[in-house]
């Protein structure tokens, strides 16, 4: 079997190398020497390991076109989990060298200390660390997500984690229910006690900092999480950078975490706020349209350019990417993440 040659140059101008054969996609490889690429679903549908191929031969795998658009292949953007090499490659990583671990994923157990319905569709799940010697406390970058392993089976689910580094252990998620999804499945029986697997942290989607550009935050749904996240860390860490945050639903009984927010705000006195609903009840007094429509509505009347930190659905995040960008607004100033059913 043929081996080739992978160089990754990141966007800080260092560069990581291994060698893949023609049978492995390069994220394998890479994680086969213990090089932990940013990845999420491992199955060319999230697009979170996107790289871009400027020397060399491969062969792409199925991949979505949602993830991975057509006119993205065509300039040579891959996804590691799906490209399989025809000859030495070299890439370029839309990342930092410092996103990229040498080592093993962290794999650890957690007890159930809740699971609550605290929406239409949408439940909180707090675990906490089991100590071992790894140590208790929780460390990760806000914004990051979790693998937790579906009791019974090997498969995993990633979910964002929502509050912020903590010596307790504590690790919160706010989870989507999906109809005859594995993880939704076991939530529906859960019983506080449970010890569940876990695996993390992992993802890149963390806060960036840029002197004193402002941050806006824009969330659908349990897209929300990440946000909250940072938006913690920001509070945690007095920081008076200008930040909004824009939390879309469809139906104000899907709304969630009203009451974190408000916690946040006492925080952070500059962040503004906004709550909106595509399909609002007589007495909604928040926003009444889309999160997309009310962030065109301030894009257009902006002073200073911001930041975007993006979470939710594919059409969110490829709808607030077009939008930003017809405004003027650079490509560096986006940072997204887009949700997959579990």
């Known amino acids: 079997m043929t081996n080739y040659d992978i160089t990754i140059h990141t966007r800080d101008r260092q560069r990581v190398s291994f060698v893949c054969s023609e049978a492995e996609d390069l994220l394998f490889a890479a994680e086969r020497e213990s090089i932990l690429l940013p990845s999420q679903c491992r199955k060319g549908t999230c697009g979170a390991c996107v790289a871009t191929v400027t020397a060399g031969a491969y062969h792409l795998g199925e991949v979505s076109t949602e993830a991975l ?21 070299i890439l370029e990583a839309p990342y930092d060298y410092n996103y990229i671990r040498f080592e093993r994923i962290p794999e650890r157990v957690a007890e159930v200390i809740d699971v609550t319905m605290v929406a239409t569709g949408t439940r909180r ?14 460390e990760f970058e806000a914004g990051q997500f979790m693998e937790i392993q579906v009791p019974g089976g090997e498969a995993r ?50 806060l960036r900092e840029n002197g004193l550009q402002p941050r806006w935050f824009v969330g659908g749904g349990t897209g929300l999480v990440p946000l909250l996240s940072m938006l913690r860390r920001m509070a945690d860490w007095g920081e008076t950078l ?11 009984d899907e709304l969630f975490c009203q ?4 916690q946040i705000q006492d925080k952070l006195p500059q962040l503004q706020v ?17 999160v997309m429509e009310a962030l065109r509505d301030d894009l257009g009347s902006l002073a200073a350019s ?37």
Do not use: H
């Open 274 to 290: 906004k709550i909106c609903l595509s399909r609002p009840g007589n007495e909604w007094a928040g926003y009444r349209g889309s």
């Open 157 to 206: 689910r990633a979910y964002s984690l929502a509050n912020n580094t903590n010596w307790n252990g504590d690790l919160e998620f706010f989870i989507t229910l999906r109809p005859d999804g594995a993880f939704s499945t076991y939530l529906e029986s859960a019983l506080v006690g449970d010890r569940l697997n876990i695996r993390g942290p992992l993802g890149t989607f963390t």
């Open 242 to 252: 200008p930040a909004r945050l824009y939390f879309g639903a469809r139906y104000e």
């Open 259 to 262: 009451e974190e927010i408000r």
């Open 125 to 138: 799940l707090l675990l906490r660390l089991q100590p071992d010697t790894q140590g208790g406390a929780a």
């Open 306 to 342: 911001p930041d975007l930190y993006v979470c939710g659905s594919t059409r969110l995040v490829q709808g607030v990417t077009e939008l930003a960008l017809s405004q003027g607004l650079p490509d560096s100033s986006l940072r997204f993440e887009r949700f997959l059913s579990a």
């Open 69 to 89: 658009p057509e006119s993205a292949q065509v300039r040579g953007d891959v996804l590691l989990c799906r490209t399989y090499p025809r000859a030495d490659l």
